[in-house]
């Protein structure tokens, strides 16, 4: 389960620590990965595993518009920049919820059956539910590449100075608005990802996003901000965490743990396990 | 001191006194009890988002997780009620103390955090509030606290039959949360505070007491959101951790700050009289459907809003200052 926030956490990591931009609607990110997972099942009977990409693929779309059409003028706006970047994503998840429950209904819905639901693997005795598995697998793969994007490509670098200095970047011919418009459909196609993966197993309904959304930020400050490896160290830490609060503490207070988790480890490096800024 | 200052200050205090005075006279002639209502919210909003704007605006540290110190005046004042039968008086004023306490104790570790890792953490400690609370069968665990009906008066300050008692008292605390946000603006801490918002490493090195003015200003906010709390407390008369402690609370003390302007004196209250009747009235006239409808205009708005006034609306009453380069070139040519 931790690599699951873990990979929910990435795409947060990359647009929250990467372009220092707080994405508020990250849960509706997911939220909407997993209605599209869900309806892609529903109309065409593809699985959750095949619709995958397409679903991660809308989501790239998807976040480069958002970029476009709010975001940059966040970023941009001359006074209490931070106060308008949290609150007009605020304003999106709002709005996104709004729509969610305008067309798709409050009702909880899921997907009943498909290729790994429900199914489980042993390895060594321990019986490991599959979807998990295969979710924990792509989050794997998913930090690796994006490290490997962000610290061996052209294009990781341009992201990294853009932050550093934008400024700077434009006199060497980088075009900031493209750069962070892809760094955005980036994070939110490894939402995509996510939600196509956790659609196998949990509900999907309007708030689903909500109480993952918290997680996600804990997650990747946990790990420090600016940092692609902090947030997988962090995705690991709070379900390690939230698997031993399970078993000392009641069911409710499951997600005490994590919160008090990074509290200790935030007062005791302020800037996360390994993060930059 | 600058005389344009003093003068505008003192025509603020007017426009305050104005305003009140307006406002008193309102239900006589608005009998609705359903308008009543917004009106009470709007003040009580306008209240706390002012006491919200003291520590984030002013001091810049930026909480969304004031809905714990809600909270924490709303069970206050309904446990010692409830169970030891003390009057809601007392109440609300150890529910401000308690809070603006626990406030300096929370700041102590928290404080020494930036930037985002101190907003994560006022939401995380909320979150964690909350949770114990939903857990804490004591203070009524998930199903909250019913306020028992006594009879209405002042004194166990329950009315069941008329809002105006409420009304006069979100008044009066909306007055009181400006007066302490107009005092504090020209006073040692205000400076202080601004300074710290501004450029922390700079205030310190000239003498601010940086931790300590982030303390003062934790506890003052703390404890005025605390009495907005234990008076929403009374007004509902029923409470349980979501209602008072969620984190919608935290939102919506920020959000008429934000709106109105973050950091001014008259932007909470200008963002509450313009956020709240809206949200309640998108509620009940296209938020009945269930549909979802009242979230999108709602958070259209927000967007909206945000995006094209990021100082405020506020700013739009402001008469623009000259930009230097002109008043340069007008003192140069006369």
């Avoid at chain 1, 220092?20 to 939220?31: R, S, Y």
């Avoid at chain 2, 918002?197 to 005025?224: Q, R, T």
């Amino acid at each position: 389960m931790g690599l699951l926030y873990g990979l929910i956490a990435v795409g947060l990591a990359l647009i929250f620590g990467l372009m220092d931009v707080v994405n508020f609607a990250h849960g509706e990110f997911l939220m909407i990965a997993m209605y599209a997972t869900f309806f892609l099942f529903a109309f065409f009977a593809l699985d959750p595993l095949l619709s995958a990409p397409l679903v991660a693929a809308a989501l790239f779309i998807f976040g480069a518009v958002v970029y476009l059409l709010i975001v940059r003028f966040a970023v941009r706006a001359k006074a209490n920049t931070g106060m308008v970047q949290i609150f007009s994503t605020f304003g999106l998840a709002v709005l996104m919820r709004g729509v969610a429950q305008y067309f798709f209904t409050p009702d909880y819905r899921s997907i009943p059956h498909s290729w790994l639901g429900g199914k489980t693997i042993s390895i060594a005795g321990i019986y490991l539910p599959q979807p998990q598995l295969i979710g924990a697998l792509i989050a794997i793969a998913a930090f690796a590449g994006l490290y490997f994007f962000i610290h061996r490509t052209d294009f990781g670098r341009a992201l990294e100075a853009t932050r550093e200095d934008a400024g700077a970047v434009a006199l060497v011919g980088i075009d900031k608005n493209k750069v962070f418009a892809l760094g955005w459909g980036l994070g939110a196609a490894l939402v995509g990802l996510a939600g196509a993966v956790m659609a196998i197993f949990f509900y999907v309904f309007p708030d689903v996003g909500a109480s993952f959304a918290t997680i996600a930020y804990v997650t990747v400050a946990l790990g420090g901000f600016g940092s692609v490896f902090g947030a997988f160290a962090g995705g690991i830490v709070v379900g390690l965490v939230e698997a031993i609060t399970t078993l000392i503490l009641p069911p409710s207070l499951k997600t005490v743990g994590i919160y008090g988790v990074y509290l200790l480890v935030v007062f005791v490096r302020p800037r996360g396990l390994f993060g930059s800024i | 001191m600058d005389k344009a200052f003093i003068q505008r200050r003192r025509r603020d205090l007017v426009v305050a006194a104005f305003l009140t005075a307006i406002a008193a006279v309102v239900p006589m002639f608005v009998k609705d009890v359903y308008v009543q209502n917004i009106m009470v919210l709007t003040l009580m909003y306008g209240a706390l988002s002012q006491s919200w704007n003291i520590l984030s605006g002013y001091c810049g540290q930026i909480s969304l997780g004031h809905a714990l110190y809600f909270g924490l005046g709303a069970y206050t004042t309904a446990i010692l009620f409830t169970k030891f039968g003390v009057l809601p008086w007392f109440g609300m004023l150890s529910g401000g103390v308690l809070s603006a306490i626990i406030a300096m104790a929370l700041g102590y570790p928290c404080f020494r955090l930036g930037g985002h890792y101190f907003v994560i953490a006022t939401i995380v400690i909320a979150e964690i509030t909350l949770l114990l609370f939903h857990n804490w069968d004591w203070a009524g665990a998930a199903l909250g606290i019913d306020i028992p009906v006594r009879r209405d008066s002042w004194v166990t300050f329950q009315f069941t039959r008329s809002k105006l008692p409420y009304f006069y008292f979100a008044l009066a605390l909306a007055c009181v949360a400006w007066f302490v946000t107009w005092w504090l603006e020209d006073s040692k801490w205000g400076y202080w505070w601004r300074a710290v918002k501004d450029n922390p490493i700079a205030a310190e090195s000239l003498g601010v007491d940086v931790f300590n003015s982030k303390m003062g200003a934790a506890a003052v906010s703390a404890f005025l959101v605390a009495i907005g709390g234990s008076f929403y407390a009374q007004f509902v008369s029923y409470i349980d951790p979501e209602s008072v402690m969620g984190f919608q609370f935290s939102l919506l003390m920020a959000l008429p700050a934000v709106l109105g302007g973050i950091g001014t004196l008259w932007g909470p209250l200008l963002g509450a009289a313009i956020l709240i009747p809206l949200t309640e009235l998108t509620r009940s006239y296209i938020g009945g459907s269930g549909r979802g409808v009242d979230l999108i205009v709602y958070g259209g708005l927000i967007i909206a809003i945000s995006l094209a006034r990021p100082q405020g609306l506020v700013s739009l009453f402001s008469r623009k200052p000259k930009p230097a380069a002109n008043q340069v070139r007008e003192a140069v040519a006369s």
